[in-house]
């Protein structure tokens, strides 16, 4: 059995993403996992993983290092996650 860490994620707190700059998506949290459209979603071995997103990993869904071989980039991100949109409704 694992041992768990102060700093892992309990079942209460929120699930949080955060995009890796050249890298994969960091998952940090109580989720399941559908290895691909229409598959039966999974729990993942831990509370944390790394979703790949350069399409380069030999065990897909997860990061397994490639992107640093195939010298995988992002762009920086274009917008910030929670300020409001100028042209969002403002009922929303
Ligand atoms: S993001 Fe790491 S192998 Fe794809």
Redesign the pocket.
């Given at each position: 059995m694992r041992e768990e860490r102060p700093e892992d994620p309990t079942p209460e707190d929120p699930v949080v993403i955060t995009p890796c700059p050249n890298?994969?998506l960091l998952v940090r949290g109580d989720v399941m996992i559908a290895p691909e459209p229409g598959a039966e979603p999974q729990k993942p071995p831990r509370r944390v993983v790394?979703l790949?997103?350069?399409?380069?990993?030999s065990i897909a869904p997860f990061?397994?290092?490639?992107?640093k071989l195939a010298n995988?980039r992002t762009r920086p991100p274009r917008y910030n996650i929670g300020s409001p949109r100028e042209d969002a409704d403002e009922s929303d």
């Open positions: 890298g994969p790394a790949c997103r350069c399409n380069m990993s990061c397994d290092g490639s992107h995988f």
